[in-house]
């Protein structure tokens, strides 16, 4: 099960790159760069509560690619390290306590992040643009193979 979660993670940084190239060559537009910000540091924060840690806040997390590759591969090792049916224990933000498995924890990270590309292509969409990458999962599969 690691390795489709794996898998996920790959597909998460390769939509995650698509779209920081695109913003870029826009001069990252400020609600644009806020939801893409907001992707990366929902990101970091969940590994953070996995490694023990329920930070108070999100993290201002730098919009490079070295940043989201090492997301990536934090993810991965934890991924491949860990039982995916191990329960972390952790707070939101909110200070609420809860539990959640490891393994709902990743496939949330990874849908998150669709969630929120698929918010970033609306805004384009909205704007009268068409030249947004498509990210959806089924393109990196073919692409991948």
């Known amino acids: 099960m690691s390795a489709e979660l794996t898998a996920l993670f790959d597909y998460d940084l390769w939509a995650?790159?698509?779209?920081?190239?695109?913003?870029?060559?826009?001069?990252?537009p400020e609600t644009e760069s806020q939801i893409f910000r907001h992707i990366l540091a929902a990101s970091t924060i969940w590994l953070q509560r996995i490694e023990g840690d329920s930070p108070a806040s999100m993290p201002e997390p730098s919009l490079d690619?070295?940043?989201?590759?090492?997301l990536?591969?934090?993810?991965?090792?934890?991924?491949?390290?860990?039982?995916?049916?191990?329960?972390?224990?952790?707070?939101?933000?909110?200070?609420?306590?809860?539990?959640?498995?490891?393994?709902?924890i990743a496939?949330?990270?990874?849908?998150?992040?669709?969630?929120?590309?698929?918010?970033?292509?609306?805004l384009c969409k909205a704007a009268g643009r068409s030249d947004f990458p498509e990210t959806d999962l089924i393109r990196f599969v073919l692409e991948s193979s």
């Open 107 to 122: 496939r949330h990270v990874v849908n998150h992040g669709t969630y929120h590309r698929g918010e970033l292509r609306g």
């Open 72 to 104: 990536h591969d934090r993810w991965v090792r934890v991924l491949q390290g860990r039982d995916l049916d191990e329960v972390i224990a952790y707070r939101r933000t909110s200070g609420e306590a809860l539990q959640s498995r490891l393994g709902d």
């Open 16 to 28: 995650n790159r698509l779209w920081a190239a695109y913003l870029a060559e826009r001069d990252w």
């Open 65 to 70: 690619d070295l940043t989201q590759r090492d």
